[in-house]
């Protein structure tokens, strides 16, 4: 009688009359049949062959059919195979001790050829549902996985762009803001200093024609002589010119802060443009000077410059100056945070500092920019978050956990660079800038407008705000 059946069926058995009975009937319904008539012979066959199922005798010589079971379920390479153990017993402790041990079924001694052939039929149908069922859950959680990492992507490219879109809105304003205040100021500034040096110079007339006058009636009359106690003339004659040497510095400042916007708020174009790095690093000195003064918690916090000789770099200026902006920021904030403890003279005995150092790489195919305090740095896990978005150690409002994940995109993903931080509890911080010196014009188009890309995202972004650092 043919079944049609094309599985492996593997005898163990020590008996050979019983060997050939199940041999010839399993033949005959079309199985191939491997045949082992020892319990270590099984092991090694099975693990060889990987038949379909194994029909088991309990009672052999050496390992018996129980020990012979446990071998195999604890191999990974066979322990998925069904046993049906074949024997005469009919105690009902050693049917549960073999189904304990993982077979799934009892075939009776002597056999009877269809109760044979119906137990195999069901448990051959029943492994290779469980096969099929392994397969579809394997390749279920292949998919999933697969979903899930396109879910991840499409979150990150989200994410992406919703932070470009904080950073162009923002840089946007901010650079319509100093533009607009940069040439508001300089025109009264330009008028204002031409004509302190007018006044100046008149000034200077005056009194040269107050002397002659002096000198020609040394004796000018009570009146004049009381009037001149009354104003201080001496004082006047020498504190006037000092005025206007504090008015004519004080219009120069105007106009390095000023000048200083125009530098810093400067548009960006569709491609790279050669700047001097130094320049985008002093106008952001200058914007943040009054938050380097001192105050009456603390003293000035001091900037050391350490510029090496760099060559201009082919750059995107303004977003670079948002990043400059945003670490020395970060700077000033973690030194004032490691001054709350501290009384002034403390302060005093062991300065603020913020060192601004760069360099040149090998070559001079890279520049190097570093930003270092000597605040109170930060713990490992802290510094491993810094790049993400939203994480800030600032309170809240004061910081929106943005200003770094923008900085590391601009260095990164706008100027092919990296964007690190060293640091450690009580030894401050130091962020390191590295790009290269000639980036190649990838053709990258203009920036989007807010507005394109908001439409284009369909209001991503409503929520966020855009403070200036993390």
Known sequence: MKTGQTQTILIVDDNPTNIKVLFDFLKECAYKVLVAKSGESAIEKAQQASPDLILLDVMMPGIDGFETCRRLKASDVTESIPVIFMTALSDPLDKVKGLRLGAVDYITK??????????????????GMTKRLAEQNELLEQRVAERTAKLAQSLKELQQTQLQLVQKEKMSLLGQLMAGLGHEINNPVNFISGNINLAQEYVEALLQHLQLYRDAFPDPGEEIQEHAEEIDLEYLQEDLPKMIGTLKEGTDRLRQISSSMRVFSRADTSAKVACNIHEGIDSTLIILK??????????????IKEYGDLPPVNCFPGQLNQVFMNLIANAIDALEESSQELSYQEIKANPNQITIRTSVGKQNETVAISVKDNGIGMSEEVRSQLFDQLFTTKAVGKGTGLGLSISQQIVVEKHHGKLSCISAPGQGAEFVIVIPVNQPDRGEPAPESAAQLAKRQSGICSGLSSGPGN
């Open 110 to 127: 002597p056999f009877q050829q269809e109760e044979v052939l119906a137990r195999l039929q069901l448990h051959l149908k029943l492994s």
């Open 290 to 303: 009054h938050r380097l003064k001192e105050n009456n918690k603390r003293p000035a916090i001091e900037v």
